[in-house]
Every structure is written in structure tokens, then in C-alpha cells.
């Protein structure tokens, strides 16, 4: 079943991404040389500040079909991440398919959504989705009604989004970053 679960989190790869956390704070994991050499070779860019250490998502060590490149040398707050899909799977309360049913269909929402974002002359499309998303809905509550009317649909595909993240994904005491 471990070697299962760790095939969910390759397949999914949704919080390495930008889609369920903007950052990752390593916390007070003690970053060794060999570890900073290691990360920097995959393009993970640890930022260490006075408040501690993090790097900003999506990480720079997915590959091009969101899989982790370094997946068994990641760091400690990577690897001790256990999204709630992940958990309900070990614990028997949900099945492969249907676990691979569900990153597929966040998949398909992300894709579909960011494409229209793209469309819209106040998306910034290089920024994070996360991010881009939180523009959105900036640019939404400061719109006028007729412009809000026009991209409704767009605030109701990301509520759509942000309901199955809530209830597959996200933990209940994880709001915002890992």
C-alpha cells in the first residue's frame, strides 16, 4: 500500500504545483550542502530568510508531466505532506481509480480555467496560478457589474475548483501554505 500511496503523490503532483500552495516553508529543517547542492540541480531555489526557510511553488523540480524529479531526496516538509485524497486512500476510504479520478478531474478544471484566465486582458500569465487566481477574484470584486457579468462564469468555475480542492485536498487545518 506504501508503494501505492507514493505512485498516488507521483501521479497527482497538485501540491507541488501552484495550484493548491503559493510556498513551501521548510520551517526549521536543517538544509545541509548536500541538500542545497541536490535541490538547486532540480531547480528547487531555497530562500532562507530571519523568519526561515522557503521556496515558492510551482517547484522547479516537476517534470514536464508534473512528476517530482528528485522525489525520494525531497525535502522533510515534502515528504512528511500527507493532502487529505492521499490520506482517505490509505485509509481504504477511497479507491485508486477513483483517487485518480479525482486529480484528473482537479487536472481538467486547472487547465479549462487557466485558459480562460489567459483570455482575460488582466491575467498576468507567467504568475503562479495560485496567485492568478487571487488576481482574478481582486480584479472580480472591484469590476463593474456589466464586466462582472461578463466573466461570471469564470468566478463560478473557480468556486467550482476551490470546493473539490477543499473537500479532496486540502487539509482541515491547511488554509493557505504548507
Request: aromatic share 8%; glycine share 4%; with cysteine.
Amino acid at each position: 500500500m506504501k508503494q501505492q500511496a507514493n505512485s498516488l503523490c507521483l501521479q497527482c503532483g497538485l501540491c507541488c504545483s501552484d495550484i493548491l500552495f503559493a510556498q513551501v516553508d521548510l520551517g526549521e529543517q536543517t538544509i545541509t550542502r548536500v541538500c542545497r547542492t541536490r535541490w538547486r540541480s532540480v531547480s528547487i531555489n531555497v530562500i532562507e530568510r530571519s523568519s526561515g526557510a522557503s521556496f515558492s511553488l510551482p517547484c522547479g523540480a516537476l517534470d514536464e508531466q508534473g512528476r517530482c524529479r528528485c522525489y525520494h531526496e525531497r525535502p522533510h516538509t515534502c515528504a512528511r505532506f500527507q493532502c487529505r485524497l492521499l490520506q482517505c486512500y490509505e485509509a481504504g476510504l477511497i479507491s485508486w481509480p477513483k483517487a485518480l479520478e479525482k486529480i484528473e478531474q482537479v487536472k481538467s478544471h486547472v487547465a479549462a480555467l487557466s485558459q480562460s484566465l489567459a483570455d482575460l486582458a488582466t491575467d498576468e500569465p507567467e504568475a503562479p496560478f495560485y496567485f492568478r487566481l487571487q488576481l482574478f477574484r481582486e480584479w472580480y470584486q472591484a469590476a463593474n457589474p456589466e464586466a462582472r457579468a461578463e466573466v461570471s462564469h469564470l468566478m463560478v468555475a473557480q468556486r467550482a475548483l476551490l470546493l473539490i480542492l477543499s473537500q479532496e485536498f486540502y487539509l482541515s487545518d491547511t488554509v493557505s501554505q504548507r
